[in-house]
């Protein structure tokens, strides 16, 4: 069914004998694993630091933990889909897929313990396919649930995140965090590579 489907497991250390989708449901992005740099170590600006590239009406994902309110500016997420970071001492990963545009924030935990997220470099649905490092199982991003690999069936826990204006975050946030466009890798943030997706 792998090979019918055109999936190619080398390099991959996932349980292929589990999956709870048809093999054929699955195409590749294009980018290999992590071609689609995730963020692992994030670091954040002040609003009026941010100011200086980023416009008022564009959008962020704003995220609120524990008192914690942080802004992920969706020109930098089209380019990383995927940050593991840790808000309000609570380990979550924020995520985006610019094909459906689907923002939704997950905690990381599960069953005791954190996983780190990654971009498998497949689709379902025009929708991220993301992998965990800790088991290599393959999770859909609109659901938050394993579809392929060892932990196949498992739901990580949704957070209450929405999109609105960088000024709307500012006037709700003063003191909020957003995530610096200093990265450490070179990307042309503020351009949409998907323009011409459907």
């Given at each position: 069914a792998?090979r019918?489907?055109?999936i ?5 250390l996932?349980d292929?004998s589990?999956h709870?989708v048809?093999?054929?449901?699955i195409?590749?992005?294009?980018p290999?694993r992590d071609?689609i ?9 002040t ?10 009406n564009?959008p ?5 933990l524990?008192?914690?309110a942080?802004a ?19 380990p979550?990963?924020i995520?985006?897929?610019?094909l459906?545009?689907?923002?939704l924030v ?14 498998s470099?497949k689709?379902r649905?025009s929708?991220?396919?993301?992998w965990?490092?800790?088991?290599e199982?393959?999770?859909?991003q609109f ?5 392929v690999?060892?932990?196949t069936?498992k739901?990580?826990?949704?957070l209450?995140?929405?999109?609105i ?5 500012t006037a ?6 957003v ?5 450490g890798?070179?990307r ?5 590579p ?5």
């Amino acid at each position: 069914a792998l090979r019918n489907a055109g999936i190619s497991t080398r390099g991959w250390l996932t349980d292929f004998s589990r999956h709870a989708v048809p093999y054929d449901t699955i195409i590749s992005g294009g980018p290999p694993r992590d071609g689609i740099p995730p963020l692992d170590a994030p670091t954040f600006t002040t609003p009026s630091e941010a100011q200086q590239w980023l416009g008022a009406n564009e959008p962020v994902i704003a995220f609120e933990l524990n008192g914690d309110a942080r802004a992920y500016p969706l020109q930098i997420l089209t380019w990383h889909e995927i940050v593991n970071d840790v808000v309000g001492d609570e380990p979550v990963t924020i995520t985006f897929c610019p094909l459906c545009n689907a923002a939704l924030v997950f905690d990381r935990r599960l069953d005791g313990v954190i996983h780190d997220f990654g971009t498998s470099g497949k689709l379902r649905n025009s929708d991220l396919i993301m992998w965990d490092r800790q088991t290599e199982s393959w999770w859909q991003q609109f659901t938050g649930k394993a579809i392929v690999g060892e932990l196949t069936g498992k739901q990580l826990d949704i957070l209450p995140a929405s999109i609105i204006s960088f000024a709307d975050f500012t006037a709700a946030h003063p003191d909020g965090a957003v995530l610096s466009n200093d990265t450490g890798f070179s990307r042309p943030y503020g351009t949409n590579p998907y323009a011409g997706y459907d």
